[in-house]
């Protein structure tokens, strides 16, 4: 079974600038989130998705950020325009709807803004 | 605001001891825990998940949660220079789909 893929992997912008990330999770997994890591804290939930829906979007600077999940499976996260305080990993999870636990994480895309 | 409290460490372990890792939650509502490794420069990858009160063994690891002082360990058994890694603990509510992380300990095995 394949696992979560993202895309870039690394992303390297000067603030201002836009940047979009992509997500393709484990197939048939309902459930999609992304997360922000900054070095040396835990994943911070931005938003999360149960099929093409959002479900919870409390976390995400919406001024910046947005996120679309098409169709019920991929996903884009987008930034526009980039701060410094953005650079960060972007994680995104994926699970299998209700009833299972477990999120399965994608490799992350590293961004540095400059 | 729900928290996730873990020491960030680094833990220094010897191989071949026990390794402890410690985490506490604010939320009495909280009902199931994980906890995630995290390579340097990996994503997290999940060692175990609890939601009873008491241990849960599997292979070399050991979670133990206690509800009533809002407690959740793991334990690592004849630690392994591999398990030099960050562990992240993570709660979630019944309803809510939603992991809430610490901001994880660095644990080094230290050969």
């Known amino acids: 079974e394949a696992g979560v893929a993202q895309s870039p992997r690394y992303k390297i912008i000067e603030k201002r600038q836009s940047v979009a990330f992509w997500c393709n999770p484990i197939?048939?997994?309902?459930?999609l989130y992304w997360y922000q890591q900054i070095l040396g804290q835990g994943p911070k939930l931005l938003i999360q998705?149960?099929?093409?829906?959002?479900?919870?979007d409390s976390q995400l600077p919406k001024d910046r950020f947005s996120a679309e999940r098409l169709k019920g499976v991929d996903s884009t996260l987008k930034i526009q325009p980039a701060k410094l305080e953005d650079s960060a990993v972007y994680l995104c999870?994926?699970?299998?709807?209700?009833?299972?636990?477990?999120?399965?994480f994608g490799p992350g895309t590293r961004l540095l803004v400059l | 605001q729900k928290e996730v409290e873990q020491n960030s460490g680094p833990l220094s372990v010897p191989e071949g001891a026990i390794a402890s890792l410690n985490c506490t939650y604010s939320?009495?509502?909280?009902?199931?825990f994980f906890w995630y490794r995290q390579y340097s420069g990996k994503s997290p990858e999940l060692i175990m998940s609890?939601?009873?009160?008491g241990d849960k063994e599997d292979g070399r690891f050991t979670a133990q949660l206690n509800k009533a002082s809002q407690y959740v360990s793991l334990l690592i058994r004849d630690s392994q220079p591999s398990d030099s890694a960050t562990y992240l603990c993570?709660?979630?509510?019944?309803?809510?789909?939603?992991?809430?992380f610490g901001t994880g300990t660095r644990l080094t095995i230290i050969p």
């Open positions: 999870a994926s699970r299998a709807g209700q009833g299972y636990q477990t999120q399965y």
């Open positions: 197939s048939g997994h309902a459930t």
């Open positions: 998705f149960q099929n093409n829906g959002v479900v919870d």
């Open positions: 939320d009495r509502g909280s009902q199931s």
């Open positions: 609890i939601y009873s009160n």
């Open positions: 993570a709660e979630n509510q019944p309803g809510n789909e939603k992991l809430t």
